[in-house]
């Protein structure tokens, strides 16, 4: 059965993932389409716990799990009923507890506003998990096909994102009927397929370097990695066409970062090979002209955008409803009922475009610790890699640059809100957390091998 298991696990994860990205584009979908693409997640999530269960972990894949039970545990606790005396512990709750009393419900209050918001949040969770987990338990070879399949599936949806902007705004043919996605593509959010180009940019770096180091042992053909490199020039130049200024301002830092972290570009080498000189040249440049333009793009979005005076409103709503926060899912309705007269408009309210606050303001003290686990996570697995060599270090690499960017974009976006990118996301964690338990494991048997007796090792 286990092997059974191994065998379908990869096909499993890119049905899951070509699903998502055909079908979880959108951050609000009334139709039964989330709720399709989270049972096709439970068969995934199925194989590839019969897969973890039948060896042990790595030390990285486990704290990995952790993380990811602590970030499921906040909308599960938030589902709990929870003392009266605690559910009025929070400031911004004494008005609405005055408001229930005065309607008479004597329902046992929960720890979120919004239970059944919550509850969706909770299932939402379940794409990106059983990618995460699936994600860990694929071999190296297999690790690198799905980073292959996630580059594939970002340059369809570039190619879609031409074809969509060529109809006529009456086509039948396009996908969004209600308003004008642009060059969005699958996603309905422009800023988000800038996220998904500057993903598709570091992992087509990162596979450029591991298929060079493949191809020097003979196991790639020796121009592989060129094809690798068009793809990532492609990425780049597509992210100005989102029109997405924090994309713009992101792209070239995930760049470099992504060009260090893979080996591409050595700090030591610099001034001593005129490639890499070159190269670091050639970023310094690209930087400045990206850094002037993201300061100019910047200033516009505050002057003529309303999205930092949301992020800071959730920010202050996020002070009154802790420690326990508004609840996962809660957050229109209780922007809603607490926002400034300054924000009250015709259109509601759907994000605070900042996921930190966001989280800040619904999730509270529980959400603030699982964050911190995570970005910790994160933290040590760049440590790591920033000292360590070959294939797995190199797409680790990459991952990490990924969940990078999407990392920064979300502090002024919100591109974890989809189903496509966060299902993306939780593949790249467990492609990084994966390929260091092998860097590590490999480490410890070197380790061994040198301690090992003269006389003791095989001939």
């Not at 690499?397 to 969940?403: H, I, R, Y």
């Not at 960017?405 to 964690?429: F, I």
């Not at 994966?434 to 040198?450: C, F, H, I, K, V």
Request: charged fraction near 10%; hydrophobic fraction near 55%; aromatic fraction near 6%.
């Amino acid at each position: 059965m286990t092997d059974v298991a191994r065998r379908l696990l990869l096909p499993a994860l890119i049905l899951l993932l070509v699903a998502c990205w055909l079908g979880g584009g959108v951050t609000s979908d009334d139709t039964g389409i989330d709720e399709g693409l989270q049972l096709l997640a439970l068969p995934v999530l199925l194989l590839a716990a019969a897969t973890l269960l039948d060896e042990t972990p790595s030390p990285w894949v486990r704290r990995g799990l952790w993380v990811a039970a602590a970030i499921a545990m906040v909308p599960a606790v938030q589902l709990l009923p929870i003392p009266a005396a605690l559910w009025h512990l929070p400031p911004a709750r004494q008005a609405l507890a005055a408001d229930i009393a005065v309607a008479g419900v004597t329902v046992a209050p929960h720890w979120s506003l919004t239970p059944a918001a919550s509850e969706r949040a909770l299932w939402a969770l379940l794409p990106a998990m059983a990618a995460f987990l699936a994600a860990c338990a694929l071999t190296a070879v297999q690790r690198r096909r799905l980073l292959q399949a996630l580059v594939g599936l970002v340059a369809f949806n570039v190619v879609f994102a031409f074809f969509q902007a060529g109809l006529p705004q009456e086509s039948d043919l396009r996908l969004y009927q209600d308003f004008d996605a642009g060059f969005g593509g699958l996603l309905a959010n422009t800023n988000h397929q800038a996220t998904a180009c500057i993903i598709g940019m570091a992992l087509a770096v990162g596979l450029a370097a591991e298929s060079r180091l493949r191809a020097v042992r003979g196991q790639a053909h020796p121009h592989r990695h060129w094809w690798y490199w068009g793809l990532a020039t492609g990425f780049l130049l597509m992210v100005p066409l989102s029109t997405s200024r924090a994309g713009m301002s992101i792209v070239l830092p995930v760049l470099a970062l992504a060009l260090w972290l893979t080996r591409v570009l050595k700090l030591r080498q610099i001034g001593r090979s005129r490639r890499a000189t070159a190269l670091a040249l050639g970023l310094v440049v690209l930087s400045v002209v990206g850094a002037r333009a993201a300061i100019g793009w910047l200033a516009v979005d505050q002057a003529e955008e309303i999205r930092h005076t949301l992020a800071a409103a959730a920010v202050a709503m996020g002070k009154a409803e802790a420690p326990l926060g508004s609840g996962m899912g809660s957050f229109v309705p209780a922007f809603e009922q607490a926002a400034p007269a300054s924000l009250q408009m015709a259109n509601y309210v759907n994000h605070a475009h900042n996921e930190y606050a966001q989280w800040w303001m619904t999730a509270g003290w529980l959400g603030m610790l699982a964050l911190a686990a995570a970005l910790l996570l994160l933290v040590a697995a760049g440590w790591q890699i920033a000292r360590a060599h070959g294939r797995n270090a190199v797409l680790a690499g990459a991952s990490l640059a990924a969940l990078c960017a999407v990392l920064a974009h979300s502090w002024a976006d919100y591109p974890l809100r989809t189903l496509t990118l966060m299902a993306t996301c939780g593949a790249l964690a467990g492609v990084l957390l994966a390929a260091l338990g092998d860097m590590s494991q490999a480490r410890q048997a070197a380790e061994t091998a040198n301690d090992t007796p003269e006389e003791a090792q095989p001939l």
